[in-house]
């Protein structure tokens, strides 16, 4: 694929992120609210598109982006939910064993990347890293002093849970693994110490 055009996401840009999420169910009803709502908030907005509402009324109300877009010849390709880790408040509250022995002093400052998603004709076609380089220079461009990722740990198949990314890919962008919490997951981290690794 040609160089795709990375795009942090505002409200400007809830067309263009709809059009990611629309061809498959889930994405379609989760808008990347899983982490970000209660369990309560996330069923009850599956279905009505109370998910969606919730994303584009965060993407009104927040200071930092609601992650970045990747757009090639003019057409959306790619998604990357990243944001301060406290953004993240259901996964910090225990819904998730990754994070849970992150310091919360941190929270407001360390950035997750929690979410990529490419739509069934587009994988395979060399959107991810190009995401992921956006995700993380925004997150430079924010100040954060790390950026941290929850992929599947190396050679793990989860069709279900690709979303979350793959270590090695993860690692071939300068992150370290600071923790296995489980044998399917890593916590990786980069530090915000100079030009990332490409």
């Not at 877009?69 to 301060?84: D, I, R, S, Y």
């Not at 919360?104 to 992921?132: K, M, N, T």
Request: net charge positive.
């Amino acid at each position: 694929m040609a160089e795709v055009e990375i795009r942090p996401v505002g409200a400007d840009q809830l067309t263009e992120v709809g059009q990611v999420f629309s061809p498959e169910r889930a994405t379609r009803h989760c808008w990347c609210m899983a982490f970000c709502s209660t369990g309560r908030q996330f069923a009850a907005g599956w279905y009505g598109g109370g998910n969606r509402r919730r994303f584009e009324s965060m993407a009104v109300s927040e200071s930092a982006p609601m992650g970045v877009l990747a757009v090639h010849e003019g057409q959306p390709v790619g998604w990357c939910a990243c944001g301060p880790r406290a953004r993240y408040k259901a996964a910090l509250a225990g819904r998730s064993s990754v994070l849970s022995r992150r310091p919360a002093a941190e929270d407001d400052h360390v950035w997750l990347i929690a979410c990529i998603i490419v739509p069934p004709d587009r994988r395979g076609s060399g959107v991810v890293v190009p995401l992921l380089r956006g995700a993380i220079s925004l997150a430079l461009a924010s100040a954060a002093p790390a950026i941290e990722a929850w992929p599947l740990a190396h050679g793990v198949r989860r069709p279900a849970m690709t979303h979350v990314g793959r270590e090695r890919v993860f690692a071939r962008l300068g992150f370290v693994a600071i923790e296995r919490p489980s044998a399917e997951r890593v916590l990786m981290r980069l530090e915000a110490l100079g030009t990332p690794v490409w």
